[in-house]
């Protein structure tokens, strides 16, 4: 079983950018498609972003799309969302996930969550 760890979270202005990062420990990293999720006060989490294990593949929603990249390292154990453009509605608890297969564009296909890294966009 997989464990993740995000950090890169924080406070911004409209405009700025943030890079997070997820760092996996105890399974096999390249064998897992990743993603990432947020959920804003609330609301319900939503993913927002995925990577294919070769990351032959990237998915986005539309709301982040041509704003976020996210990838990943298969050398490091880690994915990475790098995020531009940011805007007050991005605020949220951001969320890495990870799932034993290469469906990386399903959401209800990831079984493995980290515990969460605060991003707060000011106005």
């Known amino acids: 079983q997989v464990q993740l760890v995000e950090s890169g979270g924080g406070l911004v202005q409209a405009g700025g950018s943030l890079r997070l990062s997820c760092a996996a420990s105890?399974?096999?990293?390249?064998?897992?498609?990743m993603g990432w999720f947020r959920q804003a006060p609330g609301k319900e989490r939503h993913f927002i972003a995925g990577?294919?294990?070769?990351?032959?593949?990237?998915y986005y929603v539309d709301s982040v799309k041509g704003r976020f990249t996210i990838s990943r390292d298969n050398t490091k154990n880690t994915v990475y969302l790098q995020m531009n453009s940011l805007k007050p509605e991005d605020t949220a608890v951001y969320y890495c996930?990870?799932?034993?297969?290469?469906?990386?564009?399903?959401?209800?296909?990831?079984?493995?969550w980290g515990q969460g890294t605060q991003v707060t966009v000011s106005s």
């Open positions: 990577v294919s294990r070769l990351s032959f593949s990237t």
């Open positions: 105890g399974g096999t990293f390249r064998t897992y498609a």
């Open positions: 996930a990870a799932q034993p297969g290469n469906s990386a564009s399903a959401p209800e296909l990831y079984k493995y």
